[in-house]
């Protein structure tokens, strides 16, 4: 006869413990669930774009890169280009040369006079030829033949009139519909097909509330509205590469007819595209490959007597680039965040598992004297945090498919302008959101559990689980004797409140992010007109017009300026540096020594010394973005009155370093709007908008965000307060009853335990605030590192108070449950464990 096998008791006992404390588990699993759900959405939408993204490179015929010249280049330039090869530039020089010494002297007539002149030219080219060798290295040993393919993609930067009340609401690039390069997913409507049919962005259009089928002005010209579209290139509205960030409020992107394109007035933008013959591998080759296409882009165009005006590669390009980086840094955050939590809410598991273990010391003595071994034990103690875990991630990962990745595919569609994707299953996801949690859930608990069980059955049947005995207890100070017991209560839960340190610190983080974030965004705005030395900077294609007079405006603002952009190479970011040349006594950059400045002296904007950390005497290298060129600048002082990174020379000075005439500028400075100088004339305005952009799109991304997070901080605060409070309660339940026996009243006892709690979270509060706006402020300096331009973390004593009060409502929510907690614990609780 088989022999019936006899069931553990102690597995019967599991659901009577969920049962019996089903108000923390519930609380741990909801927790659980919320945040693993939403990492795991987040994940899950993450690879979902990203495939898309990906597809859509070949579905899109996205660029590897494009350039602009300053005039549109014949068939033979476009072929020249597409070999990847370099021109002959010291024979471009010598025809050149030829061709002018022959309409000036007849070689037949005078034969000497002309060897004379060509020799004289000869050494006055190799001279020059030894120049742009340096210049565009000419001679690079380690130089390659690039083939690539250039398409035409022209565009217009135009006014846009969404409201269609005359005023400009921003700017609106546009252009005409092909099927070569950079194409558009179609997401509402259709294609324009008429010359009066516009498509535009569809964040763009979301932002400012245009639908299809409404009218918009570009230019004064009116447009209907038939499709809301996604341009590959445009992932992230970049009106600049060197923006420091997108701007979806105030700058689009549209598509129209070659016919709509025609019509319009606002000067062509000669941009190419390219595409390599051979697809590089990675970034690495991408980045070798486009070093030498732009080697050999440069001479070829120089060659043909035009300017490269742009020149962004793929790799290189932020309105590519910002969207899928952006992700892979969220999900990257994503699961940090969750291991964090999960490491806390495990040591708070752990130390619920501890104190049970001491409350039911006698009982597993029993059980270990009657023949249960370490293992059962310690498996038995295991598995409810392990259980609860794990049902909270498969629930977590189910709403993480359908509810949460909705969610955060919202909040990309509302900052960037992605194409159409499908839901991908995700095993990374799985594995990060589920895997993961049990396996450190299990790890943290299995430590804590091993560690108590090695006690013999004898120690657990005495209560002796202590290794450290101390013979005398801790002399206080000759206080009263209910504040000497509120210090008993605090060394006796100094673990507990260690545990709620780190996870208050945590949330201050969080807090400081979602306080300090709109803070700064609000000073910036709010302050913007004390950072700007001018209203406007008109920057001009020429400082001559066609006809060869200088360009003269009649507002009596307008001051002559020059400026260039160079590059501050690092190994994070090659960014832009503005370098200005800026008149004696000016009215707008107050510099009042700046016309002492010799040589290589100047002055520096804070922004550019706050960044890189420069002082007054320190040396800057700059480089030429498309040269092989550098200057150096000794920092003379630092300049309050500019949000830009910038350097600023005295005019002198400027046309001396970059050789250039002592009449010329680059535009004027105006506090007031210049209105005589010819559109085609100007190449860009620069207004508060371009300094504010970046705070407008944060505002507008993330501001209604940080709201809702505040509010997440609370709950989270609430949540782990109440678990720790809840675990000290329970520790001190026999003390709490024999109080209560001796007289006291629940309202003298909470005072005991509730008041000891809360001097010891208000340290917590204020330690953990000071500390999470110091960690805030170097995640956002390394944050803001990788991007150009910027901003300083700021937070004003308001905003300390905020998340001061914010952790404190977290724990005031907690007081009253453990309030009404004390006042449950009967008189006869004592009475029955006595030992």
Same mark, same amino acid.
């Given at each position: 006869?088989?022999?019936?096998?006899?069931?553990?008791?102690?597995?019967?006992? @599991?659901?009577?413990?969920?049962?019996?404390?089903?108000?923390?588990?519930?609380?741990?699993?909801?927790?659980?669930?919320?945040?693993?759900? =939403?990492?795991?959405?987040?994940?899950?939408?993450?690879?979902?774009?990203?495939?898309?993204?990906?597809?859509?490179?070949?579905?899109?015929?996205?660029?590897?890169?494009?350039?602009?010249?300053?005039?549109?280049?014949?068939?033979?330039?476009?072929?020249?280009?597409?070999?990847?090869?370099? +021109?002959?530039?010291?024979?471009?020089?010598?025809?050149?040369?030829?061709?002018?010494?022959?309409?000036?002297?007849?070689?037949?007539?005078?034969?000497?006079?002309?060897?004379?002149?060509?020799?004289?030219?000869?050494?006055?080219?190799?001279?020059?030829?030894?120049?742009?060798?340096?210049? $565009?290295?000419?001679?690079?040993?380690?130089?390659?033949?690039?083939?690539?393919?250039?398409?035409?993609?022209?565009?217009?930067?135009?006014?846009?009139?969404?409201?269609?009340?005359?005023?400009?609401?921003?700017?609106?690039?546009?252009?005409?519909?092909?099927?070569?390069?950079?194409? +558009?997913?179609?997401?509402?409507?259709?294609?324009?097909?008429?010359?009066?049919?516009?498509?535009?962005?569809?964040? /763009?259009?979301?932002?400012?509330?245009?639908?299809?089928?409404?009218?918009?002005?570009?230019?004064?010209?009116?447009?209907?509205?038939?499709?809301?579209?996604?341009?590959?290139?445009?992932?992230?509205?970049?009106?600049?590469?060197?923006?420091?960030?997108?701007?979806?409020?105030?700058?689009?992107?549209?598509?129209?007819?070659?016919?709509?394109?025609?019509?319009?007035?606002?000067?062509?933008?000669?941009?190419?595209?390219?595409?390599?013959?051979?697809?590089?591998?990675?970034?690495?080759?991408?980045?070798?490959?486009?070093?030498?296409?732009?080697?050999?882009?440069?001479?070829?165009?120089?060659?043909?007597?035009?300017?490269?005006?742009?020149?962004?590669?793929? $790799?290189?390009?932020?309105?590519?680039? =910002?969207?899928?980086?952006?992700?892979?840094?969220?999900?990257?955050?994503?699961?940090?965040?969750?291991?964090?939590?999960?490491?806390?809410?495990?040591?708070?598991?752990?130390?619920?598992?501890?104190?049970?273990?001491?409350?039911?010391?006698?009982? !597993?003595?029993?059980?270990?004297?009657?023949? $249960?071994?370490?293992?059962?034990?310690?498996?038995?103690?295991?598995?409810?945090?392990?259980?609860?875990?794990?049902?909270?991630?498969?629930?977590?990962? &189910?709403?993480?498919?359908?509810?949460?990745?909705?969610?955060?595919?919202?909040?990309?569609?509302?900052?960037?302008?992605?194409?159409?994707?499908?839901?991908?299953?995700?095993?990374?996801?799985?594995?990060?959101?589920?895997?993961?949690?049990?396996?450190?859930?299990?790890?943290?608990?299995?430590?804590?559990?091993?560690?108590?069980?090695?006690?013999?059955?004898?120690?657990?049947?005495? /209560?002796?689980?202590?290794?450290?005995?101390?013979?005398?207890?801790?002399?206080?100070?000759?206080?009263?004797?209910?504040?000497?017991?509120?210090?008993? @209560?605090?060394?006796?839960?100094?673990?507990?409140?260690? !545990?709620?340190?780190?996870? &208050?610190?945590?949330?201050?983080?969080?807090?400081?992010?979602?306080?300090?974030?709109?803070?700064?965004?609000?000073? $910036?705005?709010?302050?913007?007109?004390?950072?700007?030395?001018?209203?406007?900077?008109?920057?001009?294609?020429?400082?001559?017009?066609?006809?060869?007079?200088?360009?003269?405006?009649?507002?009596?603002?307008?001051?002559?300026?020059?400026?260039?952009?160079?590059? /501050?190479?690092?190994?994070?970011?090659?960014?832009?540096?503005?370098?200005?040349? @800026?008149?004696?006594?000016?009215?707008?950059?107050?510099?009042?020594?700046?016309?002492?400045?010799?040589?290589?002296? +100047?002055? %520096?904007?804070?922004?550019?010394?706050?960044?890189?950390?420069?002082?007054?005497?320190?040396?800057?290298?700059?480089?030429?973005? #498309?040269?092989? *060129?550098?200057?150096?600048?000794?920092?003379?002082?630092?300049?309050?009155?500019?949000?830009?990174?910038?350097?600023?020379?005295?005019?002198?000075?400027?046309?001396?370093?970059?050789?250039?005439?002592?009449?010329?500028?680059?535009?004027?400075?105006?506090?007031?709007?210049?209105?005589?100088?010819?559109?085609?004339? &100007?190449?860009?305005?620069?207004?508060? /908008?371009?300094?504010?952009?970046?705070?407008?799109?944060?505002?507008?991304?993330?501001?209604?965000?940080?709201?809702?997070?505040?509010?997440?901080?609370?709950?989270?605060?609430?949540?782990?307060? #109440?678990?720790?409070?809840?675990? %000290?309660?329970?520790?001190?339940?026999?003390?709490?009853?024999?109080? *209560?026996?001796?007289?006291?009243?629940?309202?003298?006892?909470?005072?005991?335990?509730?008041?000891?709690?809360? !001097?010891?979270?208000?340290? %917590?509060?204020?330690?953990?605030?000071?500390?999470?706006?110091? %960690?805030?402020?170097?995640?956002?300096?390394?944050?803001?590192?990788?991007?150009?331009?910027?901003?300083?973390?700021?937070?004003?004593?308001?905003?300390?108070?905020?998340?001061?009060?914010?952790?404190?409502?977290?724990?005031?929510?907690?007081?009253?449950?453990? =309030?009404?907690?004390?006042?449950?614990?009967?008189?006869?609780?004592?009475?029955?464990?006595?030992?």
């Amino acid at each position: 006869m088989k022999k019936k096998k006899i069931k553990n008791p102690l597995i019967r006992r @599991i659901p009577r413990e969920l049962l019996g404390d089903w108000k923390k588990y519930l609380v741990v699993a909801l927790f659980l669930i919320l945040t693993i759900g =939403f990492v795991s959405g987040m994940y899950v939408a993450n690879e979902s774009m990203l495939v898309a993204a990906n597809e859509g490179v070949t579905k899109y015929k996205l660029e590897d890169g494009h350039f602009e010249l300053d005039k549109k280049a014949d068939e033979t330039l476009l072929s020249a280009i597409e070999t990847g090869t370099k +021109a002959d530039v010291k024979q471009y020089y010598l025809d050149k040369a030829k061709k002018e010494l022959d309409e000036k002297l007849d070689e037949k007539a005078y034969p000497e006079a002309y060897d004379e002149a060509w020799d004289k030219i000869v050494e006055e080219i190799d001279d020059k030829y030894a120049d742009a060798e340096e210049k $565009y290295e000419l001679n690079d040993p380690d130089f390659t033949e690039v083939p690539v393919k250039v398409y035409e993609n022209f565009f217009r930067n135009e006014e846009e009139d969404y409201n269609n009340d005359g005023e400009a609401e921003g700017n609106i690039r546009v252009y005409a519909k092909n099927d070569n390069v950079d194409l +558009a997913c179609l997401l509402d409507g259709a294609f324009p097909e008429k010359a009066d049919e516009i498509a535009i962005d569809r964040m /763009h259009a979301d932002n400012v509330g245009v639908k299809v089928g409404d009218e918009i002005s570009v230019s004064g010209q009116r447009f209907k509205v038939v499709g809301l579209i996604a341009y590959v290139n445009y992932a992230t509205l970049h009106e600049k590469s060197t923006d420091m960030m997108f701007d979806a409020i105030k700058f689009d992107v549209a598509m129209v007819t070659q016919e709509g394109f025609d019509s319009l007035h606002k000067t062509v933008h000669y941009s190419y595209t390219w595409n390599y013959v051979d697809i590089p591998a990675d970034e690495v080759e991408q980045k070798a490959k486009s070093d030498d296409f732009m080697k050999a882009l440069l001479t070829q165009v120089v060659c043909d007597d035009k300017e490269l005006e742009d020149y962004m590669p793929r $790799y290189a390009n932020p309105a590519i680039n =910002f969207a899928t980086d952006d992700m892979g840094s969220d999900k990257a955050m994503g699961g940090v965040l969750l291991d964090i939590l999960i490491v806390i809410i495990a040591f708070i598991f752990a130390v619920t598992i501890s104190n049970t273990i001491v409350k039911e010391a006698s009982t !597993i003595g029993t059980l270990r004297a009657s023949g $249960y071994t370490r293992g059962e034990l310690v498996r038995h103690y295991i598995s409810m945090p392990v259980i609860v875990t794990l049902l909270a991630a498969c629930i977590g990962n &189910i709403l993480g498919y359908t509810v949460f990745k909705n969610v955060v595919v919202g909040m990309y569609y509302n900052s960037y302008s992605l194409p159409t994707y499908q839901t991908v299953w995700n095993p990374d996801a799985f594995f990060k959101t589920t895997i993961i949690p049990v396996v450190l859930m299990l790890v943290v608990n299995l430590i804590v559990i091993i560690k108590m069980m090695r006690h013999t059955p004898l120690q657990f049947l005495r /209560h002796d689980l202590k290794k450290t005995k101390r013979k005398k207890a801790m002399r206080l100070p000759k206080w009263s004797f209910l504040s000497r017991f509120r210090m008993r @209560i605090m060394f006796q839960n100094v673990t507990n409140y260690l !545990i709620l340190f780190v996870g &208050i610190w945590f949330i201050g983080i969080m807090l400081a992010m979602a306080v300090g974030m709109p803070e700064t965004l609000d000073y $910036y705005k709010s302050n913007v007109s004390d950072m700007m030395f001018t209203n406007y900077q008109y920057v001009l294609k020429s400082y001559e017009n066609e006809d060869g007079d200088i360009i003269t405006t009649d507002n009596k603002d307008a001051e002559k300026f020059n400026m260039t952009s160079l590059q /501050h190479k690092s190994d994070t970011l090659d960014e832009e540096i503005s370098v200005y040349g @800026i008149e004696d006594d000016s009215r707008y950059v107050k510099i009042s020594d700046l016309s002492a400045l010799k040589g290589n002296e +100047a002055y %520096i904007s804070a922004s550019y010394a706050d960044k890189y950390s420069l002082s007054v005497g320190e040396t800057v290298v700059l480089d030429e973005k #498309y040269e092989n *060129k550098q200057y150096e600048f000794e920092v003379a002082g630092i300049y309050d009155h500019s949000q830009t990174l910038a350097v600023f020379l005295s005019n002198e000075q400027y046309c001396e370093i970059f050789n250039m005439d002592s009449d010329a500028f680059t535009g004027y400075l105006s506090d007031s709007e210049i209105t005589d100088i010819d559109d085609d004339e &100007i190449a860009t305005v620069i207004t508060e /908008h371009d300094i504010t952009k970046m705070c407008d799109q944060l505002d507008h991304s993330m501001g209604s965000y940080m709201t809702y997070f505040q509010y997440l901080c609370i709950l989270l605060s609430a949540v782990l307060i #109440y678990l720790l409070t809840k675990l %000290i309660i329970e520790k001190n339940e026999n003390a709490i009853s024999m109080t *209560k026996i001796l007289g006291y009243e629940n309202r003298e006892i909470a005072s005991l335990y509730l008041l000891s709690t809360t !001097i010891v979270l208000v340290v %917590i509060d204020v330690v953990s605030v000071i500390l999470g706006v110091v %960690i805030m402020k170097a995640v956002w300096r390394i944050m803001l590192f990788s991007y150009s331009g910027w901003y300083a973390f700021r937070i004003s004593t308001m905003g300390y108070v905020k998340m001061f009060l914010f952790i404190l409502i977290g724990y005031l929510l907690v007081m009253v449950l453990d =309030f009404r907690r004390i006042k449950r614990i009967p008189m006869d609780q004592a009475l029955k464990n006595v030992e």
